[in-house]
C-alpha cells in the first residue's frame, strides 16, 4: 500500500474517531441503544419475552396465571417501546446524516479542486503542443476544456432540466 494511501486511511480513522469523541453524552447514548435496538440479540430477547408473555396468558403454560389476558397491557408495552426507539434511531439518524453531509461537501470541494487541476494540466498540454505545432482530433473541444466549470452554473443548469412534480 503506498504511502499517501495509507497517510489517508490514518486521517479518516483519526477524524472519526475525534467526531465519536465529540458526540455527547445523550447522542452517544442514542448510538448505543440504537446499535443494541438494531441486533440480532435484541431481536432474540423480545421474540423470548413477548412469546413467554403470549403464551402464558393464552394459557398455555402451566402453574402460570394469566395476568394480561386481552393483551391491552402488552400493546401499551410495545406501543412506548417503538416511540422510544424510533427517536433513538432518528437521534443516530440526524447525526449520521450530518456526517454524511461533511463528507459530501469534502467530496466535491476535491472534486472542483481536481477539476481545476485537470484543466489547468489541458491548457498546458495544449499550449506545448501549439508550441511544437502538433494537431489532434480534440483541437476543436480544447477551448473549452481548457476552461474552468463553474459549480453555480451546472447546478442551475440541473434545476432547470429537473423534471417538475
Do not use: C, Y
Not at 486511511?9 to 441503544?33: P, S, T, Y
Not at 406501543?79 to 439518524?93: C, D, R
Amino acid at each position: 500500500m503506498s504511502s499517501v494511501l495509507e497517510r489517508n486511511i490514518e486521517a479518516l480513522h483519526a477524524r472519526r474517531l475525534r467526531e465519536e469523541r465529540k458526540a455527547g453524552f445523550q447522542e452517544r447514548v442514542a448510538d448505543r441503544i440504537t446499535r443494541f435496538t438494531g441486533s440480532m440479540r435484541f431481536v432474540w430477547l423480545h421474540l423470548g419475552g413477548f412469546g413467554f408473555w403470549i403464551l402464558a396468558n393464552l394459557g398455555w403454560i402451566p402453574l402460570v396465571p394469566r395476568w394480561d389476558p386481552s393483551f391491552v397491557v402488552l400493546a401499551m408495552i410495545a406501543s412506548v417501546e417503538a416511540i422510544f426507539l424510533s427517536t433513538f434511531v432518528l437521534i443516530s439518524q440526524n447525526r449520521m446524516a450530518a456526517a454524511a453531509d461533511e463528507r459530501a461537501d469534502l467530496d466535491l470541494q476535491i472534486s472542483l479542486l481536481a477539476e481545476h487541476e485537470v484543466t489547468k494540466l489541458t491548457a498546458l498540454v495544449a499550449a506545448i503542443a501549439d508550441r511544437l505545432d502538433v494537431r489532434t482530433e480534440v483541437d476543436g473541444e480544447l477551448g473549452e476544456l481548457t476552461r474552468n466549470v463553474a459549480p453555480e452554473a451546472v447546478l442551475d443548469e440541473i434545476e432547470i432540466r429537473k423534471p417538475k412534480e
